[in-house]
């Protein structure tokens, strides 16, 4: 039988063994607990020292960009900032206007971060298309100008009434240069061989069958007839500039002032021609009765045809 202050052998070990080494030296405590203290000065220490560098550098960097951002200020606004106390106030505003303008990457890898509240320009930069410049080569001075002697005797075949009729392919080429001639220049520059393509035309007219081609046909007619009644009166100002010019040129050349030709002369020459040319083809007085009887229906026309009184 078992009382009950019996124990086990190895639990009274177990206890023994817990006991004692629950119970140390406060020697070796007092040892361990200087060791550990002189670690944790170490990791303070150097912990310190790291952070007083780190506070060292971003001294050092603020300082720099106080030094830039004042490099541009006049030397006469930093004695009056220093003066009024504002110096600092405006030095740590253009260091914060720095940093703001210093844009970078958290990595590598990522792109650059800009703010949003950065205004746009006015001026968006877009791609650069090439402008089309059309060229005229009427209006260009690297054509020269139009040399209208030199392009009759050029094309001086046109303007041989005595083409050889029986040579059809001939002919029919000469149609061709009269068709593109008359596009392209005017009829003043053709008015010798106007009426041979005219006649052409209107044979044209008859053989054609198309109504399509006999509609352009007789408005191409009727074109070249307007172009040729205007065509006199722009000649006969050509020929009297013409002459105008020539004389003044050698009277230029002589050594005089040139004069130059006012609107009410010209028209007073272009009179005096038809004048001078009826005179010669003996119509000038049909030409003055009709003018006489023009301007007696003039006078007629603004007569009152009663007159207004007593004697009404």
Not at 28 to 37: F, Q, T
Not at 48 to 58: A, I, N, T, Y
Not at 84 to 91: F, H, K, M, W, Y
Not at 282 to 295: P, Q, T, V, Y
């Amino acid at each position: 039988m078992r009382g009950p202050n019996h124990r086990r052998p190895g639990a009274s070990t177990s206890s023994a063994i817990a006991s004692a080494s629950g119970k140390r030296d406060p020697e070796e405590d007092s040892a361990s607990a200087s060791e550990e203290s002189g670690d944790d000065e170490e990791v303070s220490s150097s912990s310190g020292s790291e952070s007083g560098s780190e506070s060292d550098g971003e001294d050092a960097e603020r300082e720099r960009e106080l030094e830039r951002a004042l490099a541009d200020v006049p030397f006469g606004e930093l004695q009056r900032a220093r003066a009024d106390g504002s110096l600092a106030a405006r030095a740590a505003s253009a260091a914060k206007a720095a940093a703001e303008k210093k844009a970078r990457r958290a990595s590598k890898k990522r792109p650059m971060e800009i703010s949003s509240k950065v205004r746009p320009p006015k001026l968006r930069e877009v791609i650069q298309v090439p402008k089309k410049v059309v060229r005229d080569p009427r209006f260009e001075p690297v054509y020269g100008s139009v040399d209208k002697e030199g392009f009759r005797k050029r094309f001086n075949f046109l303007f041989d009434e005595n083409f050889p009729a029986e040579k059809e392919v001939c002919s029919v080429f000469k149609l061709k240069c009269m068709d593109a001639l008359i596009r392209r220049c005017s009829v003043k520059t053709i008015p010798s061989c106007i009426f041979w393509y005219m006649q052409r035309l209107q044979k044209m007219i008859k053989k054609s069958k198309d109504p399509n081609a006999i509609e352009e046909m007789k408005s191409r007619i009727t074109w070249i007839d307007k172009q040729v009644k205007s065509h006199s009166q722009k000649n006969v100002e050509s020929e009297i500039l013409r002459e105008h010019i020539k004389k003044e040129r050698e009277a230029a050349k002589a050594g005089k002032r040139p004069y130059y030709l006012k609107k009410s002369e010209l028209r007073e020459r272009k009179l005096m021609n038809k004048y001078n040319e009826l005179k010669e083809a003996g119509k000038l007085d049909a030409f003055m009765e009709r003018r006489r009887k023009k301007n007696a229906s003039k006078d007629h026309r603004f007569m009152p045809y009663r007159r207004n009184g007593d004697g009404a």
